[in-house]
């Protein structure tokens, strides 16, 4: 491996990987048919340290590097992706968003309950017409004295219901372009922010995404995080971050499908010999290593560059691009080796393929990572 992990990196793997195991797993199956939000996952995640992990400790966070992040982050995912994302978007979007832009008054309100993980956060960009090209976005923010006045309508909102507070996305001034996208603190229960429609999604079920309605929805231009039309970079920066969780994410999920699939090769029999004895089972095996493999290596690279401080754009959309097409393969493939048995909900290998299909589309398409990929690649390199 390329990176050699510290005594702590490994220590708090260990950690994560004990709790993950023993406590999320527990409840991942019948939070897929139940649809449960796993409160109590996050609650014990908040003592851990796990919801604001790179956030300083005066503000409630643990200071961890990026990479002890990656690998706790890749242990929950392991054992359930709808805890996992949750974790993803609260760490990365929210939290550091809100640390890297937050004036010191926004933190001691926002960033310490949400690192120290009293609460939820999400992140609002999406809307029903904007998707992948979120300059399109159609919500508005109106300064109306001391405040502005939010109006338009968010879509595919992780944690949508149950966070407690929302950064979200408006135009300051429509004929700025991307530079007329401004972005504000709403905390839930303010007046004219109104959780919508509730997807029913294929995977991911006890991950809530919701609409958010905002009607008439007034805050203190005080709410507002970093300066008039700084939403669009906002976002972009805490995609790149953001990036690096869904790519642990599929990590976690590729892993857990790979141990699930050798477990059943060896214990399969068919024709007077385990499976894992036939050529194209072990094979199968072999690929599947090696892309968990290149994964690994591009999500920890990533990683470390942004812990070095360097512009990692680049490679957090190339380390999001191959580990979410990578857990697709390697799920699908690890239902092929099971069988029919890999079709019936008696099995983890069927809820992993449906968690992963999302990966290449949340966080940026696939396509998008190459647009990102090769624009970076292209033009001038921005500083850090
Ligand atoms: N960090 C900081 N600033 C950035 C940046 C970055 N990574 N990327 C771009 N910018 C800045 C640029 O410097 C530029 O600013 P200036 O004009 O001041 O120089 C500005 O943003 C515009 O940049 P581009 O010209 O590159 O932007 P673009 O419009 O050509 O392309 C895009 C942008 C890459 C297509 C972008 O729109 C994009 O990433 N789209 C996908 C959106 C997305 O990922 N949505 C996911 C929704 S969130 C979600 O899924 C969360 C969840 O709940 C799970």
Known sequence: MLFKLTDEHLMIQNMVREFSRKVVAATAMDRDKSKEFPADNFKQMGELGLMGMMIPEEYGGEEADTISYVLALSEIAYSCASTSVVMSVQNSIVCESLNKFGSQAQKEEFLVPLAS??????????????????????????????????????????????????????????????????????????????????????????????????????????????????????????????????????????????????????????????????????????????????????????????????VFTKEASMAKLFASEMVNTVTARAIQMHGGYGFTKDYDVERYYRDARVFTIYEGTSEIQRIVISNNILRDKRKP
């Open 117 to 310: 993980g009293e609460m939820i956060g999400a992140f609002a960009l999406t809307e029903p017409e904007a998707g992948s090209d979120p300059v399109s976005q159609e919500a508005t923010a109106v300064k109306d004295g001391d405040d502005f006045i939010i109006n338009g309508t968010k879509r595919f909102i992780t944690s949508g219901k149950h966070s407690k507070v929302v950064l979200v996305t408006a135009k300051t001034d429509e004929t700025k372009g991307h530079k007329g996208i401004s972005c504000f603190i709403v905390p839930k229960g303010t007046k004219g922010l109104v959780v919508g429609h509730m997807e029913d999604k294929m995977g991911l079920r006890a991950s809530d995404t919701t609409d958010l309605i905002f009607e008439n929805c007034r805050v203190p231009a005080a709410n507002m995080l970093g300066n008039e039309g700084d939403g669009f970079k906002i976002a972009m920066s805490g995609l790149d971050s953001g990036r690096i969780g869904i790519a642990s994410q599929s990590l976690g999920v590729a892993t857990a499908a790979f141990d699930a699939a050798v477990k059943y090769a060896k214990k399969r029999k068919q024709f007077g010999s385990a499976i894992s004895k036939h050529q194209a089972i072990r094979f199968q095996i072999a690929d599947m290593a090696v892309q968990i493999e290149a994964a690994k290596q591009l999500v920890f690279s990533a990683a470390a560059m942004k812990d070095r401080g360097e």
